[in-house]
């Protein structure tokens, strides 16, 4: 596509520029062999059709339905668990405000220190020591992992999930 748009801009009245600046008879041979080598070695009909036939074969085989299962699949994990994470950090929210408020009037006596510990641990993946984005990316791994088992289509799920996720 892009080599015919270059010998429509060729053939239309707009100048070509030669690297050594030379006008006149040399760019009229130039064009001139140009199109002489495009229409001596290249047989648009036959290109076509075995375009066509290769387009064909790839749909009869069911993988361009599998992908494209697989994207709606993965848009609508991705939105969902986006909106489930946003369900979520509200509830997160609402849990820490509540332990807050119940430790500010003497009901609990909450240990922060360990609390954090607690959680350090838990979301510490790698145990590096540190929770940062490599623990986010073996996370996001994981999740890809379980929602993409059995699917043959994965590659159109993955870029369904992301625009999903985004979307959500």
């Known amino acids: 596509m892009a080599f015919s748009t270059a010998i429509t801009t060729a053939t239309s009245t707009s100048t070509i520029a030669f690297c050594q600046g030379k006008k006149g008879e040399d760019e009229e041979d130039a064009i001139s062999k140009i199109k002489a080598i ?9 290109i076509g059709k075995n375009l066509g036939e290769k387009v064909n074969e790839a749909i009869a085989t069911g993988v361009p339905t599998e992908i494209s299962y697989g994207f709606v699949c993965g848009f609508s994990s991705g939105f969902a668990l986006k909106k489930v994470g946003k369900v979520a950090s509200i509830m997160f929210g609402l849990g820490f405000a509540t332990l807050q408020t119940l430790s500010y009037a003497g009901y ?3 240990d922060h ?5 607690d959680v350090e641990k838990m979301m510490d993946l790698n145990s590096d020591g540190k929770i940062d984005a490599k623990d986010g990316e073996k996370v996001m791994d994981k999740v890809m992992e379980v929602l993409q088992f059995g699917m043959v289509g994965g590659g159109g799920f993955a870029a369904g999930f992301i ?5 959500g």
């Open 38 to 46: 495009i229409s001596s070695n290249i047989d648009v009909e036959a």
């Open 108 to 110: 609990i006596d909450v």
């Open 113 to 117: 220190s360990q609390l954090q510990k």
């Open 163 to 167: 625009g999903g996720f985004r979307s």
